[in-house]
Structure formats: structure tokens, C-alpha cells
């Protein structure tokens, strides 16, 4: 005796599991993608602006005794500000650097603001009442390094920083991708089954486990505290290279794993020695996963901030030099500028930061996903 | 960023002389070259305090447009990290709040191994700008607050614990403060501003701050908050609050500052206390011993902050005394006040300068 199927809609408790269980699910794709929605959008929002724009060096307004501002027309022209700025009545001209503006009536921050007309490219007369920025088309954020900039000043770019960031994901894949290949070709090829092969994996599981700080220290204990190195790019590459290994070996292992033994077989058949149905039948056949895995790793590696704040300093110049002990990258250029009042040019520099790291991080994951889709296998 | 492209366009169409670039380059204030200044070009690496960090910005910016070509790098991580890398010969100087230590912390010198970086020359401190503390506060209504330096521990103590407490409401007649909780912040990290204002404290009230001066903050009060941007963001954000910070910390975000017995915090009245500092390091080493009640009109709560450099056998010492020839120089420390910090006493500038000379 079965009990029969029941079809009807549920009703009671089991309604209310079911519409929990419901909720639950939908719940979870919220807190999954809205937090995502919400970081690009603002870090899009308070970001993009500067990797096209450049806001003007210094606006002129007009500001009373008491630090507020009045309309600009009551302490008069662009040409008296060029003339001076004693006035008997209490009014002065202030020039705050970076574009923004208050509204008439409220307060000026006069901290490091000049007092004198600046000698500076893009000076801006605010003759509006309202609050506003003035700003230019400029593509500086990609041309030129942030240099000798201040937190207040408009100009100044992210070369160095972007620069530093490709350079150190380049390096790191050039030593990571391929220990991790042969590491993974050694698994599935050589060692598949064998002792040597569980010892192996089960130390690329720890590796995968360990945290990027304790990877920086790990390398700053062996080559600057041991040996009596400095800090350098290359050092930095070392460490992430740690971290980007046990990645593209479980990736490509996976991808190896793909392949199906009737194709070694016919290779073998064939009289092909091992190497060369690894070299020319087994890698090539999953080349394309292989090359997503290695991108999806530079991308995640690009990121970390722990090793380079150990194991490099941070640059403001652009240095080529990858064994110099110091460069700039957009993680640490987030870091060093985040004490930075907001309203401040280097406020916006960081956001700018971010969104050329995402926005680097999001190309490398689109190729990727091209390179996968091809994949043919 | 459709809609910021928008407001971007939307502001230049406000300011429509504004979208076109307006006025070219003036002349008027191309800065000229201090005395003894010859720019030997290259590039310099400093690390430390980050109480320096807008200091050193500004000089930075200003000694390489006098110097095109030169670049000076300044990381600001912390007076602490920043005589690690100096020991370590990471970097050419060090920013510090307080002088390379004489005695032994953990089994070592910090001088002593300054002393084998620069290749058995010692390291010398040089004070290059003092860094007033203020103690910010953020009470609505409550435009000028006056303190005691007794009732500041005690605030900082966590003993008087209501902004309309008797003992502040006596530093302050005919001011009406709400019967609020004072809310405190403090550096949270380990920081040289702690260690100064601890130092002030300690000395300046008579036991009225029962804890050792130390770079950890002691007080069991309040909240901790990562360095000066948390704590000055903290008093920002928080109404009826109250901390210390560096001056410039508090000037970047028009914070309210409290005056000390009356005493109203500006460029002058910090140079005033500055006037009765004492150096106690001999050969070109310059570490101060300063007088925490300096008397009438001088605010007390100053710290030094120092540039530990080689004297001789350091790294890059052509383009470092460069530098630092014109950060000590008149016409440079006349503008230090606009960035909250209050400039070097002449007779010590004078005492710095020939320290600087000497670095080789």
C-alpha cells in the first residue's frame, strides 16, 4: 500500500515551510548581487568623473569675516581678484583649490587655501549662488603619475599606480604559471593515483588556505630579515606568486582532468613518447580553460594589498624598475590616500582608484570569459 | 555616470566663462630659491610619522618646483615603522614624533643601531616643525569652550563625564553647555600624538592624569579610532565629542578647537611655548626637552616632531641636505602656520640649520 501522490497545493505548516523556503532563496540572491550593485555604483558614481575630467586648479569666490560665503559680485571682478585681496569692508577673495564650491551663505574651509591669486592653468570665476564643481576634460588620470601632488590639488594622475599594479600581475604570472602547469601536469599525468600525488594535492590545499598577510611575512622573514634584502618589486612578486600558485594549479588540473584518456591512448598508439602527448595533444586540447584560470588568478592577485604594503613602498613617481624598493600600485594608492578628508581632491583620487582596479580586474575577467566560451571540449 | 557626466555639464553650464580655460599662468608666485639650496636633483625616501605627513607634502611640492626633476618620496606609516626602515636602510630619513630612544626597549638601542645603519656615525634627531595638538570638540551652540589642563585629564579620564559638569561650566561663565554625555575619541594605534598629549598631561596637571605617558593610549574612557583621520572623523560625525589631535588634523575638516586656560590656539601662541624648549642632545643631535607650562599667552600642548637623518655615511646625503636646507629655511617656515603646524623658534632654526649643514 502507497499512499497516493498529493498534487494539491499545500496548505498550513507545510504552506508556510514552503513560502519560507521561497523567501529564503530570494533572500539569498539579494544579499548576493545588491551588495555587488551597490559598490559599483558608488565607487562608479564617486570615481569615473576623474579618469576623463580634471576639476579646474582653483575657483575665486567671495568670503565675509566669519569664514561664509557671499555672492562673488560683492567683492567685485576677476580683475580686482588679480589685483588684491585687502578690502577695507571685511570681504576677502579666498581661492580653494580642487573645483568644488559651497553655496552662498555657508561655511569655507580656508584651510591651505591660498590667499593670493594662484598661478595655476584652470582658475574659475564662481559667479553662481548655488553650490557646484567646474570641471575640464582631461585624461591625466591615465597620462601622468600623481608626482608631487597634495591632498588638495586637482591634477595629478594614476600612471605609476596602474603601472605597478599590470607590472606586478605580469611578473607574478610569469613565476606562478608555470610551477602551477607543471605541478598540475605532474598530477594528473605522473602521479595520478600515486603517494607522491596526495602529498602534493593535499599541500596545494593548505597553500590555497594560507592568508595573503601571512604569505608577505613568510617572504619578508626569508629575503629582507634573513638574507638582508630590501623591499622590492620583486619580492612583492614572490609573495603573490604564492598566493596565485595553488589557483592556477587547481585550475589547470581541473582542465587536464577534462581530457579524455582515449586521446592520450590514440597519441600512444601512435608511438608518441609521453612528453610529447602532454605538450601537443593533452595541453593544447584544454589550452583555453588552462588561460582562464591563469587570468581569473592575475586578476585575484592584482587586488591584494597585505604583500605590498610589507613588501614595497609606496611610490608616488613612476619607477620602471622591478627590483627597485619601491612603486606605486592602486590597492596601496587606496590605502595612503584614505585618510583624506572627503570633499578634498585626493578623496575623489581614491574612488578614481578604485574604479581603474575594478574596472582593470573586470577586463582581465571579460577576456577570460571570451577565452572560455571558446572552449571547446 | 551618466548622471554625474550630467552634473559635470550642468556645472560647466553655471560657470559658462568656466568650460574654456580662463586665465594663463601668473607670474606671481614663482618661488625663489632659499639660500643654500642647489638641487642636486635625484630621488629621496622618507618614512614615518604620519602627524608630518601635510607638512612634508607641501614642502615636497614646493622644493620640486624649484627643483624640476627631483623627486621626494614620503610614506607616512608611523613614526614606529618609519625608524624600522630607516634602521634597516630602506629609506634615506625618518619622520618621528619623538627622538631615536637612548635607552634599551626589548634588549635594543634604537640609537645604537641607527648608529651601525649609518655606518658608525650617529643618527641626529632634528626638530623641523612643531605640531600643536588640539583638542577638538563638537558641541552644537558651543563656539568657544575654555580649558583647564586639570579639567582636560579629567575629562579625558572619563571622571567628569557631562558637558554641564560644574568643573567645565567654572572654565567657562556665561556659556551654556548641554547636560550631554561627553562622548571621547582616541588613537586607537600606537601614536606619537598619544605619547605628547600623555607627556602633556602628566606634567602639566598635578597628577590629575594618574597614567604613564605612552605611545598606547591608558585612559579607560571613550572609543579608540584608527589615526588622526579616524579620530578628527569620529568628532566630525558625533555630536557632544571630544578629542585630541594634531592641529591640521582638526583645521582640514573646520573642527572647533578648545583653548587651554584661556589660551586660544594659533600659530603664535604654539611658537610662544616653543621659545622655552630646551635641547639636551649635544653634537648636532637636536632632541628637545619641552616646558609643558610655559606661562601666559603660549598654548601648551605642543610636540616636536623630528627628522632623524645619518650625520655622516647616510644614504643620498647631497640631495637630503638639500631638502632639508630649504624646509629649515626663513622664507619656507613663515608658511608652515596655514597648515597647522607652528614654525621652529629662530635660535633654534639657527641650530638646526648648521646641523643640516653638517650632514655628509
Not at chain 1, 154 to 176: F, V
Not at chain 1, 299 to 328: C, H, N, Q
Not at chain 1, 332 to 339: E, Q, R, V
Request: net charge negative; proline share 5%.
Amino acid at each position: 500500500m502507497t499512499t497516493p501522490l498529493n498534487l494539491r497545493r499545500p496548505s498550513g505548516a507545510r504552506a508556510f515551510k514552503n513560502s519560507l523556503a521561497t523567501f529564503g532563496v530570494w533572500a539569498a540572491v539579494a544579499i548576493a548581487t545588491l551588495p555587488l550593485l551597490w559598490i559599483l555604483a558608488s565607487v562608479t558614481i564617486k570615481g569615473a568623473p576623474l579618469l576623463f575630467t580634471v576639476g579646474a586648479d582653483h575657483t575665486i569666490v567671495c568670503v565675509d569675516e566669519s569664514d561664509l560665503r557671499v555672492p562673488t559680485s560683492q567683492c567685485g571682478t576677476e580683475e580686482d581678484a588679480k589685483g588684491g585681496t585687502t578690502r577695507a569692508d571685511g570681504l576677502r577673495w579666498a581661492f580653494p583649490s580642487g573645483g568644488k564650491h559651497v553655496a552662498v551663505g555657508e561655511k569655507v574651509n580656508l584651510y591651505r587655501v591660498d590667499t593670493a591669486y594662484p598661478a595655476a592653468d584652470h582658475i574659475v570665476y564662481v559667479d553662481s549662488d548655488g553650490a557646484g564643481e567646474a570641471r575640464f576634460f582631461s585624461l591625466q588620470w591615465w597620462t601622468s603619475s600623481l608626482g608631487n601632488a597634495t591632498s588638495k590639488d586637482s591634477q595629478g594622475g594614476a600612471l605609476q599606480a596602474i603601472y605597478g599594479t599590470l607590472l606586478l600581475g605580469l611578473l607574478t604570472a610569469a613565476i606562478a604559471v608555470p610551477g602551477g602547469m607543471l605541478g598540475a601536469i605532474f598530477l594528473v599525468e605522473y602521479g595520478r593515483g600515486t603517494r607522491a600525488a596526495r602529498v602534493v594535492s593535499f599541500m596545494v590545499d593548505i597553500l590555497t588556505g594560507v592568508p595573503s598577510i601571512v604569505a608577505a611575512l613568510f617572504v619578508y622573514a626569508m629575503f629582507i630579515t634573513t638574507f638582508g634584502m630590501k623591499r622590492s618589486a620583486i619580492a612583492t612578486v614572490v609573495a603573490l606568486a604564492l598566493l596565485m600558485l595553488p589557483m592556477v594549479l587547481r585550475s589547470t588540473e581541473e582542465m587536464l582532468k577534462l581530457v579524455p584518456d582515449s586521446l592520450r591512448e590514440a597519441a600512444y598508439a601512435l608511438g608518441v613518447p609521453k612528453w610529447k602527448t602532454i605538450l601537443r595533444i593533452v595541453v593544447p586540447t584544454s589550452f583555453n580553460g588552462i588561460l582562464t584560470g591563469v587570468v581569473l588568478g592575475i586578476a585575484r592577485v592584482m587586488g591584494e594589498t597585505a604583500p605590498l604594503l610589507i613588501l614595497i613602498g609606496y611610490a608616488k613617481y613612476l619607477y620602471l624598475d622591478p627590483f627597485g624598493d619601491s612603486m606605486g600600485a592602486l590597492p596601496t594608492m587606496i590605502s595612503d590616500g584614505i585618510s583624506v578628508p572627503d570633499g578634498d581632491a585626493g578623496s575623489d583620487r581614491v574612488w578614481a582608484a578604485a574604479l581603474t582596479l575594478i574596472l582593470i580586474v573586470m577586463v582581465l575577467n571579460l577576456l577570460a570569459r571570451r577565452i572560455a566560451a571558446k572552449t571547446k571540449l | 555616470m551618466s548622471l554625474r557626466i550630467l552634473a559635470a555639464a550642468g556645472a560647466c553650464a553655471l560657470l559658462a566663462s568656466a568650460c574654456a580655460p580662463t586665465s594663463s599662468p601668473q607670474s606671481a608666485s614663482v618661488a625663489t630659491r632659499p639660500a643654500g639650496v642647489n638641487c642636486p636633483g635625484g630621488t629621496l625616501k622618507g618614512e614615518g610619522a604620519s602627524s608630518q605627513k601635510i607638512f612634508l607634502e607641501e614642502m615636497v611640492q614646493a622644493y620640486t618646483r624649484i627643483c624640476p626633476g627631483t623627486a621626494v618620496e614620503y610614506t607616512s606609516s608611523g613614526s614606529g615603522a618609519g625608524v624600522k626602515a630607516f634602521i634597516g636602510g630602506a629609506v634615506d630619513w625618518a619622520g618621528s614624533d619623538s627622538p631615536l630612544r637612548t635607552k634599551a626597549k626589548d634588549g635594543v638601542v634604537e640609537a645604537d643601531q641607527a648608529a651601525k645603519r649609518c655606518g658608525g656615525n650617529p643618527a641626529v634627531n632634528l626638530p623641523m616643525v612643531f605640531g600643536p595638538i588640539a583638542i577638538a570638540y563638537n558641541v552644537d551652540g558651543v563656539d568657544q569652550l575654555n580649558l583647564s589642563p586639570s579639567v582636560i585629564a579629567r575629562i579625558f579620564d572619563g571622571q567628569i563625564t557631562t558637558w554641564n559638569a560644574p568643573e567645565i561650566a567654572a572654565d567657562n561663565p556665561g556659556i551654556t553647555l548641554p547636560a550631554a554625555d561627553i562622548g571621547i575619541f582616541y588613537r586607537a594605534d600606537e601614536s606619537g600624538t598619544t605619547e605628547n598629549f600623555t607627556e602633556y598631561l602628566a606634567e602639566a596637571t598635578d597628577g590629575a592624569w594618574p597614567h604613564e605617558p605612552a605611545k598606547a593610549w591608558a585612559g579607560s574612557a571613550g572609543e579608540g579610532k584608527e589615526k588622526s583621520a579616524g579620530v578628527a572623523e569620529g568628532v566630525l560625525t558625533t555630536r557632544n565629542s571630544i578629542a585630541y589631535m594634531e592641529w591640521g588634523a582638526a583645521l582640514e575638516r573646520g573642527l572647533k578647537v578648545a583653548a587651554i586656560d584661556g589660551v586660544t590656539l594659533s600659530g603664535t601662541t604654539a611658537s610662544a611655548a616653543l621659545e622655552a624648549a630646551e635641547v639636551t642632545g649635544s653634537d648636532g643631535d637636536l632632541r628637545l626637552k619641552l616646558d609643558y607650562t610655559p606661562g601666559d599667552g603660549a598654548y601648551p600642548a605642543v610636540m616636536a616632531t623630528y627628522e632623524i637623518v645619518c650625520s655622516t655615511g647616510g644614504t643620498n646625503p647631497d640631495l637630503l641636505r638639500d631638502f632639508l636646507t630649504f624646509v629649515a629655511a626663513d622664507q619656507t617656515q613663515a608658511g608652515v602656520s596655514t597648515l597647522g603646524y607652528a614654525p621652529l623658534p629662530p635660535a633654534l632654526r639657527d641650530q638646526v640649520a648648521e646641523s643640516i649643514a653638517a650632514v655628509r
